[in-house]
């Protein structure tokens, strides 16, 4: 099973495109800093050394192998530890985070680490894990509330865990000062997209579904199940499933969340099934892998139609982006070196049109805020002109083309895969920069 979810695993590194998301991010690894709207550097940092598919190489196998390590020691047995891995290689969530490089990527691995050394008292490397968890993302800080409820259940706090905890929260200061900075940009958002919304009963259960489809319709069940009656003296672990549970659990029911954000919790969930009995172990292994394989499969022989179909239209038919490396070819009367940039209506358009085209890149009008917010806008001199790019969108907005003298048609370049359009994208040459 280890076999085939690496080669899952491979297949679609290299056949699908680049993932929005981890363009935004490869867009940061441009600019190293030490901290981002919405997430603290760690995965800009990773990008920047090891390249996009690098980083997810590396950092989903290493959480394979810190989930074998981690079970070998619960359960002193190595066949334990190969179930475990062999669980969470094919929990989809974790699928996901090995294929296309988002903070998640950094996270799962280090969060495992953290939790190894958690469990074997190893204090200072449980501090480095953990410092360095919270420069992955934000929730890191849920493994030190799972911690922290062991400690009460037991009434025993270690004298190192007061060095881990200091050790942690010293990587956490330069992203807090970047915050700072920048009017808590990152740590505001954080707050507000995860808890502040209209949510209720609806957005609870989109939360749940997306648990069965993204945890595993077995490993889901078994999560609640282990962290609720699982082993006494697996109690860290349990806790370390259950914190980030409930803790996004009750935020769905304030607001509409993302279903990723609580894939950690499937990590120790794995080394718990790991021990349960046999049928259970292959219900989720097999449930899981199932997942993973109807997806894969859907992805490069898609059989089935959706009125949208979101799957293909995110990891297919981005390279038609490259044409914009050239735009004098959409526009027979432009002159190379006339444009200078590329506006998009929202930061993840913008980012794939960076990634795909090389051209410095920024938003406009009515969007959400972004690191592109953050940044300068892309320095146009006067008399040069600018594009403006949207997929089934408006025309340019007016404070963007107020700035400039006028603007042609637009051309178009549709996104494809086997046959099927994705992407229709509208191309505006907004021309001369006004003085």
């Not at 691995?109 to 953290?114: D, E, K, Q």
């Not at 919304?197 to 078994?222: D, M, N, R, S």
């Not at 358009?349 to 890149?361: D, E, N, Q, R, T």
Request: positive net charge; hydrophobic residues 50%; aromatic residues 14%.
């Amino acid at each position: 099973m280890l076999g085939v979810a690496l080669a899952v695993r491979v297949v679609l590194a290299l056949g699908t495109d680049v993932y929005f998301d981890t363009a935004y991010y490869w867009q940061w690894a441009q600019r190293l800093d030490w901290g981002y709207y919405d997430h603290p550097p760690l995965i800009a940092w990773l990008i920047a050394a090891l390249g996009i598919h690098g980083t997810a190489f590396l950092c989903g196998t290493g959480t394979v192998v810190a989930v074998w390590g981690l079970a070998r020691d619960v359960y002193q047995s190595r066949e334990a530890a190969w179930r475990a891995a062999a669980l969470w290689s094919v929990v989809p969530g974790g699928m996901v985070a090995g294929v296309w490089a988002t903070p998640d990527t950094a996270l799962l691995l280090l969060w495992t680490l953290a939790l190894w050394a958690l469990w074997r008292e190893r204090w200072l490397w449980a501090g480095l894990a953990s410092g360095l968890a919270v420069l992955a993302k934000f929730p890191a800080v849920l493994l030190g509330v799972a911690f922290l409820v062991t400690a009460l259940k037991h009434r025993r706090l270690p004298r190192g865990a007061w060095g881990t905890g200091a050790l942690a929260a010293l990587f956490l200061v330069p992203v807090l000062l970047w915050n700072a900075r920048h009017d808590w940009v990152g740590i505001a958002f954080q707050l507000r997209h995860g808890l502040e919304g209209q949510g209720g009963w609806k957005t609870l259960g989109e939360f749940l579904g997306g648990q069965f489809a993204f945890g595993g319709p077995v490993i889901f069940p078994l999560a609640l199940v282990y962290a609720l009656r699982g082993p006494r003296e697996q109690f860290l672990l349990r806790m370390a499933a259950l914190v980030p549970l409930l803790f996004f659990g009750y935020a769905a029911s304030r607001a509409r969340g993302e279903v990723n954000w609580t894939t950690m919790a499937y990590l120790s969930v794995c080394v718990g099934v790991a021990g349960m009995r046999r049928p259970w172990q292959l219900a989720a292994a097999f449930s899981g892998l199932a997942v993973v394989l109807a997806v894969t499969l859907h992805l490069f022989f898609p059989m089935l139609r959706f009125k949208r179909d979101t799957a293909l239209w995110r990891t297919h038919g981005w390279e038609v982006l490259r044409a914009l490396s050239a735009p004098e070819k959409l526009f027979p009367e432009m002159k190379p070196g006339d444009v200078v940039a590329v506006y998009a209506g929202n930061y993840q358009l913008a980012s794939m049109i960076a990634h795909y085209s090389g051209i410095p890149v920024g938003t406009a009008g009515l969007v959400r805020f972004s690191q592109y917010d953050v940044w300068p806008e892309p320095l146009v001199p006067p008399g040069k002109d600018v594009l403006w790019v949207e997929e089934d969108g408006p025309l340019p907005p007016p404070a963007l083309t107020s700035h400039y003298e006028s603007m042609e048609d637009p051309a178009e370049l549709v996104g494809t895969f086997q046959g099927r359009r994705l992407h229709f994208f509208r191309v505006w040459w907004v021309r001369g920069k006004k003085p």
